[in-house]
């Protein structure tokens, strides 16, 4: 059964840096993996998706990277601005779930400080 | 502009009583779906959908029903068998169900509160 874990679960940074936000997955056998961005209280936006056969999305200031083999995505924020303060998970969605089912992490709170 | 109306998008349920939400799509999209969030949690997902009359339980159905009697239109009912109901509900769709490049579109969710 596939398992999803973001670390850590909040991380704040002032405003300009670069950063990291992790994802890791069980069960390499993926179609896609998902990063998604939620603000306070709304639905989720998708913000990239990572197919099986790609090693990495781009779109703007963001990058999503993913290694099968070790299970892990990662969403590079550059020049971060406190409009991305927001928590923001990811989803795979792996070659034997039901009916197109994604696997959500529990997602990363960011918080950018000017 | 195509998207995902949810509502309404608060709601207060005394208990034993049944309440449904409203999940209403424009993308003329095939799928859809209904997920629970909970602080500290991932999103679970509760029922899905394929096509118009035909819908299948998620990980967390028992406590719930759904109806897709129209490809825009695919209501949550929370019954007062679901023990614990109070959570953020979020309903989505994609362009079908299959594996590959679907994007899920999302709602703006709806809160339910148990008094």
């Known amino acids: 059964k596939q398992e999803v874990t973001q670390i850590p679960a909040a991380l704040s940074v002032p405003e300009g840096e670069n950063l990291v936000l992790n994802c890791s997955f069980t069960d390499s056998a993926i179609y896609n993996l998902q990063w998604f961005r939620q603000d306070p209280g709304k639905g989720l936006t998708s913000l990239l998706l990572?197919?099986?056969?790609?090693r990495e999305q781009t779109s703007g200031r963001l990058n999503a990277s993913l290694d099968k083999s070790s299970g892990r995505s990662t969403l590079y924020i550059a020049a971060s601005q406190p409009g991305d303060s927001a928590t923001y998970l990811c989803?795979?969605?792996?070659?034997?779930?039901?009916?197109?089912?994604?696997?959500f992490g529990q997602g990363t709170e960011l918080s950018v400080k000017p | 502009d195509g998207g995902i109306t949810q509502s309404p998008k608060y709601l207060f349920r005394k208990e034993g009583q049944n309440v449904t939400l409203s999940c209403e799509q424009n993308l003329n999209h095939d799928a859809m779906y209904w997920y629970r969030q909970d602080p500290g949690q991932g999103l679970r997902l509760i029922y899905y959908?394929?096509?118009?009359?035909?819908?299948q339980k998620g990980d967390i159905a028992e406590g719930y029903s759904v109806s897709r009697e129209k490809k825009e239109s695919f209501p949550l009912t929370v019954t007062s068998a679901q023990k614990n109901p109070t959570a953020f509900y979020l309903c989505?769709?994609?362009?079908?169900?299959?594996?590959?490049?679907?994007?899920?579109?999302f709602g703006a969710g709806s809160r339910l509160t148990v008094l």
């Open positions: 959908s394929q096509i118009v009359n035909d819908f």
């Open positions: 990572i197919q099986s056969s790609q």
């Open positions: 989505a769709s994609s362009k079908d169900v299959l594996p590959g490049a679907n994007v899920l579109t």
């Open positions: 989803a795979s969605h792996t070659l034997y779930n039901q009916g197109g089912k994604l696997i």
